[in-house]
């Protein structure tokens, strides 16, 4: 199953692609990871990347597209995969549309998580992630069993730079004006499920196993 989580920061997307492509393994594709990698290891991408991460913005759309196009040359990625924070814009969307139509891979579903904005700032700036296994927790909402230390591999958790209050704004504003336009994009090629994401995690993620077995046979 290839499938896309929309949403804005904050709405769960990373934490039910982990829960489910656990589940069925399938690869969960994040380009804010595989940014974030790169920003650490200070490689050219991640060089060309940081300075609009840091201020909240989006990174140029060839620069992310050309990753994702990378990604997916991976055979084993075709048959399952969720992608995770891609795309952001219509020219992305646009191009993702012509990278699968010469795979002949259509995209299954597209699943836009649907959060109220006084409850993304709180999750985002509670958010927490393992420096070593990325996993994602929250101070309040999914604390570790220890504090600052990953429940699965001990790794130290670390608050990530763009998720302080005033980045957290700058980001939701972005996703109003350049990422909100895509639910028309999907919901006009008939993919796109609203997925409600208020709600403790694991009954989101019922949520989210009951319209992938009504929509997708
Ligand atoms: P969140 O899920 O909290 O919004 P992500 O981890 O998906 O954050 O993304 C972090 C940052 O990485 C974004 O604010 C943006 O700067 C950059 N980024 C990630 N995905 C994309 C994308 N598809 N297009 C442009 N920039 C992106
Ligand atoms: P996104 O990838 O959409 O930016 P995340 O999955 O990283 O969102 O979640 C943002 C923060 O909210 C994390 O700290 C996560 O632990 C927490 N979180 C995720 N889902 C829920 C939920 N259903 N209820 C409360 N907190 C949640
Ligand atoms: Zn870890």
Known sequence: MRLIFLGPPGAGKGTQSQKLAEYYSWVKISTGDILREAVSRKTPLGLEAKSF???????PDNVVTGLIRERL???????????????????QAQALSRILEEEKTPIDRVM??????????RRLTGRRS?????????????????PDLC????GALVQREDDREETV?????????????????YDDKMVLSR??????????????HQILNTKVK
Request: net charge negative; with cysteine; charged share 30%.
């Open 112 to 121: 836009s998580f649907e959060v109220p904005e006084q409850d993304l700032v």
């Open 73 to 91: 040359k991976d055979s084993d990625f075709r048959s399952g995969y969720i992608l995770d924070g891609f795309p952001r814009t219509l020219p």
């Open 169 to 185: 704004r700058n980001r939701l504003r972005i996703y109003e004006k350049e990422t909100a336009p895509l639910l028309k994009y």
């Open 130 to 146: 393992c420096g070593n296994c990325k996993r994602i927790y929250h101070l309040d909402f999914n604390p570790s069993k220890q």
């Open 151 to 154: 429940d699965v591999c001990g």
């Open 195 to 208: 997925i409600d994401g208020w709600g403790a995690i694991d009954v989101v993620f019922d949520r989210l």
């Open 53 to 59: 991460m840091d201020k909240g913005g989006l990174v």
